[in-house]
């Protein structure tokens, strides 16, 4: 399986994704923000970072670079796209994903482990996952999930919510919720599930000496579904 | 232009005498610009004037060393052809002006240090000293350092592993912000600040050059007064994103074979990166001051050579290699530019429109820089408190634990490290809250470790002691995670030089520093001085922060803190004398501020802490926690707290009283958690190598529990332990 992790300027989990998928089992390729196409892939990942410094909104310059067109075309024709983190602002700015991505709630940068809950698991990215409840890892000042409520309707009605803030049992209130975050929400998806932008990072969480190793499961059931 | 005398000189921080030197050596009056650029080079700062000729005794070598103090960082041998860089620096004065900026900068000037030697950044460390929770500007101060510190470094995409805050009254006006990075490097492709051979081509990279910064480096060599606000201009403004470019150009650029030497542009701008480079070299330098990017409008001479813009670098290259070397900054969007070359002069010359606008012997600014033996004087050690049982009769154990761990120096720190991105790299497997940070090197079996340690309380009553205690303490802090204590840097932050009281403490504790690391064989490889620290005739404690580093050959092999399982004995390793002077105890329980710190026994020191790390290697210990502030019981209490487990203390033996046993602070100490099924073993290794140890107690349940004297729920301490932070930051 081929994948290709889409470097911007300012990208700083580019690396820490292509470990990853390596490691998985992917064939990785890094793809540079300037490059006219992407080489043909099975999954495109938007990394973590600070594209373009973030200077005006969280991924709104990365949503009007030149490689962005190539991203769209292959979501929009069906291939899997993932946006970890700032991945997941830029896919919000492009519009491929419903809503916005503010300032955490109480306006702090969060770096600490939190547990989602897998809200559908009709998609390949969550397809085989036994558990339901996933310890991932935050990293973010700006993962506070926003929409209106014609959208929220919307992506309920489609059942486009991916993943939810909650505890270690699953429950996703607001005790639980790191950010401020909509109805607790870490990850969405777009009308087909073939996009899934989300604040948390399993690449962080690839083996038993690390903060956890949840993101193993993503990642296995990832190369498995496709 | 304006015209030169000793005013201006005096204006410039220049003193009397010096500004005559000036004139002396270059047998005329110097114009604005070199006046600047001696101004510059001149400072405590960048010359090291006072310091100097201390700073020679300390111990800088051993085996392991690849580059001592002297370059941009040190860089020691962590095998198989890996290295690693790394330094501490401060930055003080513009974090108390503008705490944002000014710790950002400070972060981003220390990483461009590591990633000049050609090492990719893996991870920052810090360490903040603050006022009195009380003061009127703490709280502001501690919320913009933080986010300053996590602005810069979270946007780079290095982890922030560790790091130290405290609070004392003598930071109230001069707080301090000591910023630390480690990078890995090959140690065959290490980069240095020599330019070698004439007619090199230099080259700008990096940002355009503005009017901020202009005199920083003077201005952190200067006390403060009313006027301080005034200063703001003098603060540099940083820019993460053009950082994280300008490190993967470089090291784009380095992967090559193009660089003969590159610097960066930090304190005093390019004035001192230029000069250092033609200095080292013994070579000139012509720049050619119309070829610096601008971001400004008419900036003069002046104004180019001493603005501090961040995130500029200085390259000579080889010749024929500009086009191949431009591609890659254009690639990156950085602005390059050919500024100048080297020469065989030995002069640094300026020009500016087709006109020359200064020419200096480079000689005259860095070797004859003024160099200081200022008058010292030298502590006695005070006089031992001597405690009688009265004092202890009405308190009680579970109250003064309680206190002591909602005291704002034991606190958890949780709310700052939260705010600091700790696991991008995707290789840290010891997060803030341990002894210590630990990164693994990346793609192999080994790890590094990593600590900053300051003990400000024990060095204000004796300096020689507190050197090198909190040597003694970084050392402890590389052990307990399983970590081979590998070398140190150290940033000195001290009062006013001028003043013989402090002159005495930077000398007693560069003297402790200096045999405590001779003897652990745990060198000084880089580091700076910041001295100054003074608000309106009110120095600091004196407090020299250490940055220490270790190895492990396993990552598998780390070990924690946090108590694992019931059942597991308990043992404190080295003598416990009880020593309640200058502790955490006698201070906040028994409002006892005076007498020493407890003693530096350096034999048992270095023994303890080899044994300790042969247990660990041969996997007979579970945990390990050094004993410091606050005592055993301190110690305890958040090893129970992270693991969520109770103990139960066995009855003290000897005279010691159960206060002084508890809280006392000696050093060389560490708490061990061994399996039943080791505990044989471990008690042979240690009676065998003849190591003081008591058997503390055995973890089970979820309370503390002494006798009749003590019984505590991890719930009720933890309590008191994690919040007073996160209450006094929200109130």
């Not at chain 2, 995130?311 to 191949?324: F, Q, Y």
């Amino acid at each position: 399986m081929k994948s290709s992790v889409i470097i911007f300027p300012g990208s700083n989990c580019d690396r820490d994704m292509d470990v990853a998928l390596k490691k998985f089992g992917f064939k990785n390729q890094m793809v540079w923000h300037n490059d006219d196409e992407i080489p043909k892939s099975d999954l495109i990942v938007l990394p973590g970072g600070f594209s373009y410094g973030d200077y005006l909104r969280c991924g709104s310059i990365a949503g009007k670079s030149k490689i962005i067109k190539s991203v769209i075309d292959f979501a929009n024709s069906g291939g899997l796209v993932l946006g970890i983190c700032n991945g997941f602002q830029i896919l919000t700015e492009t519009g491929l994903l419903p809503g916005i991505l503010q300032q955490n709630k109480y306006l702090n940068f969060i770096c600490k482990n939190v547990f989602v809950k897998i809200k559908n698991k009709e998609n390949k990215y969550f397809k085989n996952i036994k558990k339901d409840v996933l310890e991932l890892h935050i990293a973010h000042n700006e993962g506070n999930y926003f929409c209106s409520n014609d959208e929220l309707k919307s992506i309920e009605d489609n059942d486009q919510i991916a993943v939810t803030y909650c505890d270690q049992k699953g429950n996703d209130d607001e005790e639980n919720n790191p950010n401020g975050a909509l109805k607790n929400i870490a990850g969405v998806f777009n009308k087909n599930k073939n996009i899934l932008g989300m604040m948390p990072h399993p690449e962080r969480m690839i083996d038993q000496y690390l903060s956890g190793e949840d993101g193993s499961l993503f990642f296995e059931n990832l190369i498995g579904s496709l | 232009m304006i015209e030169v005398n000793e005013k201006i000189a005096i204006e410039h921080g220049l003193k009397k005498d010096e500004y005559k030197k000036i004139c002396d050596l270059l047998k005329r009056t110097p114009n604005i610009t070199e006046l600047g650029v001696f101004s510059a080079m001149w400072n405590e700062h960048c010359s090291y004037k006072s310091s100097r000729r201390h700073l020679k005794k300390l111990h800088t070598k051993g085996k392991q060393v690849i580059q001592g103090p002297g370059e941009n960082a040190g860089v020691v041998d962590i095998d198989d052809n890996d290295a690693i860089v790394f330094k501490i620096e401060s930055h003080n004065h513009p974090s108390f002006i503008e705490p944002y900026q000014g710790a950002a900068t400070g972060v981003g000037g220390i990483m461009r240090d590591v990633f000049t030697m050609g090492a990719r950044p893996i991870a920052n460390l810090n360490s903040i000293h603050f006022g009195s929770p009380d003061h009127e500007k703490t709280r502001n101060l501690l919320r913009g350092v933080v986010k300053g510190i996590g602005g810069y470094g979270n946007c780079i995409g290095v982890p922030t592993i560790a790091g130290q805050t405290c609070f004392d009254e003598s930071y109230n006006g001069n707080i301090l912000v000591n910023a630390m990075t480690l990078g890995l490097v090959n140690k065959n492709k290490i980069f240095y600040s020599k330019a070698a051979g004439v007619n090199k081509p230099v080259i700008y990279v990096g940002s355009k050059t503005g009017r901020d910064g202009i005199h920083g480096a003077s201005m952190a060599s200067a006390i403060f007064d009313d006027k301080i606000e005034e200063k703001k201009p003098t603060v540099q403004v940083g820019d993460p994103f053009t950082e994280k470019l300008l490190l993967e150009a470089c090291l784009e650029l380095m992967a090559g074979k193009s660089i003969i030497s590159i610097q960066d542009m930090g304190a005093a701008g390019l004035t001192s990166s230029s000069i250092e480079m033609a200095s080292k070299g013994d070579l000139g330098i012509e720049i050619d001051l119309t070829k610096v990017p601008c971001r400004e409008e008419n900036m003069t001479p002046y104004e180019i050579m001493l603005s501090e813009s961040q995130e500029r670098m200085l390259i000579v290259l080889e010749e024929g290699k500009e086009k191949e070397a431009k591609e890659i900054f254009d690639k990156w969007n950085l602005d390059f530019a050919v500024i100048g070359k080297t020469t065989d002069s030995k002069n640094i010359e300026l020009f500016f429109k087709n006109e020359k606008v200064a020419e200096i012997p480079i000689d005259f600014l860095a070797e004859n820089a003024p160099m200081y033996d200022r008058k010292w004087i030298k502590s006695e050690l005070p006089k031992k408190n001597s405690f009688s049982k009265d004092q202890f009769k009405s308190l009680k154990l579970g109250e003064c634990l309680n206190k002591i761990l909602s005291d704002p120096n034991i606190s958890d720190k949780e709310w700052i490290w939260n705010q600091y991105d700790h696991t991008v790299m995707g290789d840290t497997i010891q997060k803030p809250g341990g002894d210590a940070g630990v990164v693994r090197v990346h793609g192999t079996n080994k790890a590094v470790a990593a600590t900053v340690d300051s003990s400000a309380t024990y060095c204000n009553a004796h300096p020689l002691t507190g050197g090198k205690q909190v040597v003694c303490e970084s050392w402890r802090n590389m052990i307990s995670v399983g970590a081979k204590p590998i070398a140190i840097t150290n940033c000195l932050n001290f009062g006013n030089p001028e003043k013989e009281k402090n002159m005495g403490e930077f000398v007693e504790c560069v003297e402790g520093i200096s045999e405590a690391s001779k003897y652990l064989n745990y060198p000084v490889v880089s580091g700076n001085v910041s001295f100054y620290n003074e608000t309106k005739d009110k120095g600091i404690k004196p407090t020299p922060s250490i940055g220490g580093i270790g190895l492990l050959a396993n990552y598998k092999k780390m070990i924690t803190m946090e108590l694992k399982k019931n059942g597991n004995y308990l043992f404190v390793i080295g003598k416990t004398e009880g020593h309640l002077d200058q502790s955490v105890f006698a201070r906040s329980i028994l409002s006892r501020f005076e007498g020493p710190p407890p003693e530096v026994n350096l034999f048992n020191e270095k023994h303890n802490g080899l044994i300790i790390l042969n247990l660990i290697n041969k996997k007979l210990i579970e945990t390990c926690h050094d004993v410091s502030l606050g005592g055993i019981l301190t110690a305890l209490s958040k090893m129970s707290i992270k693991g969520n487990k109770g103990v139960n203390i066995f009855p003290i033996n000897g005279l010691v009283n159960k206060f002084e046993y508890l809280f006392g602070e000696d050093q060389g100490r560490y708490i061990i958690e061994i399996k039943p099924e080791n505990l044989e073993n471990v008690e042979k290794i240690l009676k065998n190598d003849s190591i003081h140890f008591d058997k503390l107690g055995l973890v089970e349940g979820s309370e503390i529990n002494y006798g009749n004297d003590l019984k505590i729920s991890i719930d009720d301490i933890k309590q008191g332990y994690k919040k007073w932070l996160r209450e006094y930051m929200v109130s």
